[in-house]
């Protein structure tokens, strides 16, 4: 659900490169026509998405089609400033550094004829062209194709930046792991999901065995849409199993679509935290209203925040234990999925093969950990709280606000500690919780 604005408010580019958001009249009549009872309210975007994608070809595609150039516009502008917001303090760019890349469709422009032909090919058209909305949103689809744009992967991979491809995430994600995903998190049919579990054991016997063959031969390089010689190969093994009547590019969307649910279920969900905090309160003279909304927008940047540090902090961990000889990520999950699940040292290194309880204790080095996750959490929180507090500057002081943030970070962290005095307990502390959805 989303304003009924953005099907008619174009976000573009002026002369000078500034980011502007102009109204398409022809545009707000058409919605005006065709959905009257969402002009000034949330509006479904799948239902009104079919509708505008079934006037294409009839006497009204013109007009639908500014209405889904003008939602594209908006959720174009909306990952760029998603990926500014996450990588732009890395990597030096900020979200007008990377609009020109993809914020491109000439056919809107201000005093043009939209019926006029060129021979441009924008981003918007690929997503108008390739867009289906009966296996997905027009937003998902969009941010899809602007995070694999090949200039502006080029210009984030100049800044240091490296976003996973759809064929990375297939590379490094187990067929057996898949299908439990399906079932469990997306509650898949046992029969769907292990067909999904076929087409990724498929795809990996190709795809990641030719890969592996390349990297021996020469210097790694980022992994690229299977070829139609991969393609064939993959459909061939997949016959062997009993799985046909597939072609190619539906092969391929299936291949995307299974990367995207991956993806998705990396993302950390809404989890509210409890309000019993007392350490960031305005005074108390101040408005209700404010103080209640800043609490709210405190809340959501601090479970964001975690998260975040959380999967860094994990990453890192994951990268030097697969340098270690032989390699300790594998278990080092394993044991740290179980701890969460309340066993303890000794349970938990019988059932990774370890020796010792004290193997577990340092292999999994758990102080160590929560300290990694507290430090990038306090340095990456406190920026974000702060930019927030600029709209309450009357409600709290800048000092009292740094001072609160230490004091809840620590306050969780403590709980977090008291959770692993008990050597047989469930891990109840939200900083296990999030740290056991991110397992």
């Known amino acids: 659900m989303g304003s009924a604005l953005r099907y008619w408010?174009?976000?573009?580019?002026?002369?000078?490169?500034?980011?502007?958001?102009?109204?398409?009249p022809t545009a707000k009549a058409f919605f005006q026509q065709q959905f009257s009872r969402w002009m000034n309210d949330d509006v479904p975007d799948a239902a009104i998405q079919r509708k505008l994608v079934d006037f294409i070809g009839s006497e009204s595609q013109l007009q639908a089609e500014l209405c889904l150039r003008c939602f594209i516009s908006h959720q174009i502008d909306q990952t760029c400033l998603e990926l500014a917001r996450r990588f732009g303090e890395k990597g030096g760019f900020n979200q007008i550094d990377l609009l020109p890349f993809v914020l491109d469709d000439v056919k809107l422009l201000q005093g043009s004829n939209p019926q006029t032909e060129t021979k441009y090919e924008s981003l918007a058209d690929k997503i108008i062209q390739k867009f289906n909305?009966?296996?997905?949103?027009?937003?998902?689809?969009?941010?899809?194709?602007?995070?694999?744009?090949?200039?502006?992967?080029?210009?984030?991979?100049?800044?240091?930046?490296?976003?996973?491809?759809?064929?990375?995430?297939l590379n490094n994600f187990y067929p057996q792991q898949l299908e439990r995903l399906l079932t469990e998190f997306y509650?898949?049919?046992?029969?769907?999901?292990?067909?999904?579990?076929?087409?990724?054991?498929?795809?990996?016997?190709?795809?990641?065995?030719?890969?592996?063959?390349?990297?021996?031969?020469?210097?790694?390089?980022?992994?690229?849409?299977?070829?139609?010689?991969?393609?064939k190969r993959i459909l061939a093994d997949l016959e062997e199993k009993g799985i046909t009547n597939y072609t190619r590019n539906y092969l391929l969307e299936q291949l995307e679509s299974l990367a995207e649910l991956i993806r998705k279920s990396r993302q950390p969900k809404q989890e509210p935290i409890p309000d019993d905090n007392n350490y960031?309160?305005?005074?108390?003279?101040?408005?209700?209203?404010?103080?209640?909304?800043?609490?709210?927008?405190?809340?959501?940047?601090l479970m964001t925040q975690l998260d975040q540090a959380i999967v860094q902090v994990l990453q890192d961990r994951l990268s030097y234990f697969q340098r270690r000889r032989p390699p300790k990520d594998k278990i080092f999950i394993q044991g740290l999925r179980l701890y969460c699940q309340g066993e303890n040292m000794g349970e938990i290194a019988q059932k990774i093969g370890l020796n010792k309880q004290y193997e577990i204790t340092r292999l999994l080095q758990l102080k160590r950990l929560r300290k990694d996750i507290q430090q990038r959490l306090l340095s990456t929180l406190k920026d974000q709280v702060v930019q927030l507090a600029g709209y309450y500057t009357d409600l709290i002081s800048l000092e009292r606000l740094e001072q609160a943030i230490a004091a809840e970070i620590d306050r969780m962290m403590e709980e977090a500690q008291r959770d692993t005095m008990n050597p047989n307990c469930s891990r109840d502390s939200l900083f296990y919780r999030r740290l056991s959805r991110h397992l």
């Open 280 to 301: 960031i309160l305005p005074p108390p003279d101040e408005s209700e209203t404010e103080i209640q909304e800043f609490l709210q927008r405190y809340r959501q940047l």
């Open 9 to 24: 408010c174009w976000v573009r580019l002026d002369g000078g490169g500034q980011r502007r958001v102009e109204e398409i």
């Open 187 to 231: 509650n898949y049919s046992s029969t769907l999901a292990l067909k999904a579990r076929e087409i990724l054991d498929s795809y990996q016997a190709v795809y990641l065995s030719d890969r592996l063959q390349q990297n021996r031969s020469r210097s790694r390089s980022r992994c690229q849409p299977p070829t139609p010689e991969q393609l």
């Open 133 to 169: 909305p009966e296996k997905g949103q027009l937003s998902t689809w969009t941010a899809r194709l602007v995070k694999s744009h090949p200039e502006l992967r080029k210009f984030l991979e100049d800044c240091g930046i490296y976003l996973e491809t759809d064929w990375s995430i």
